[in-house]
């Protein structure tokens, strides 16, 4: 996982809850350092100490943080790649751009990530139906991004995002319907 993909885990929690409940996360995942370089691919065994012991520390279950954080992400993604965001786009053809843009610099610019592949497809004009893949099991944070998606572009009223499959699988089927 990027180092800049837990680097704003850490400010979630801590805009969540507080420091110390981001140092209290990483001690009793295992990890040994708190500070994440920005630059640097982490194991993702890391990502998922992190979430599976926000989970055991919250009680709330892993895949709806994983909602919550993806939502939390967006914001900063958008700064991040507003170069490939046009001016016209809303939700959905954001969405339908992601693969190509967002996640096809990630691949050239950061070499050794491995950001899931989707796979879109246009049902009709206010329908898409994405399929997430990728070995990390993370469909649930898919979810929250569409959502925070929504919300970046006000459209959450509009928006309404339903996950086909599980979301822990390897391939998630979800369907984005503008209302």
């Known amino acids: ?29 295992g990890l ?10 982490y194991p993702d065994a890391h990502i998922f100490a992190l979430v599976g012991q926000a989970a055991e520390m919250t009680g709330i279950p892993a895949a709806q943080l994983q909602e919550k954080f993806g939502e939390f992400l967006v914001p900063d993604l958008m700064l ?6 046009q001016p016209e ?10 693969e190509e843009a967002m996640h096809g610099a990630v691949r050239r610019d950061a070499p050794g990530t ?20 990728s070995e990390r099991r993370m469909g649930a944070l898919a979810v929250g991004i569409i959502r925070g998606l929504a919300a970046y572009f006000d459209e959450t009223e509009d928006i309404e995002v ?6 822990d699988e390897e391939r998630v089927v979800i369907r984005v319907r503008q209302r």
């Open 162 to 167: 339903t996950p086909l499959t599980s979301e």
């Open 114 to 133: 491995r950001p899931p592949v989707l796979h879109v497809r246009r049902q009709s004009a206010k329908e898409l139906e994405v399929t997430y893949e």
């Open 32 to 41: 040994s350092n708190a500070d994440f370089d920005m630059n640097t691919v």
């Open 89 to 98: 786009w809303g939700t959905l053809e954001m969405i339908e751009h992601t």
């Open 1 to 29: 996982m990027h180092g800049s993909i837990i680097n704003l885990l850490k400010r979630f929690v801590q805009l969540q809850y507080d420091h110390s409940t981001w140092l209290r996360l990483v001690e009793l995942s």
């Open 80 to 85: 991040v790649y507003k170069r490939y965001v």
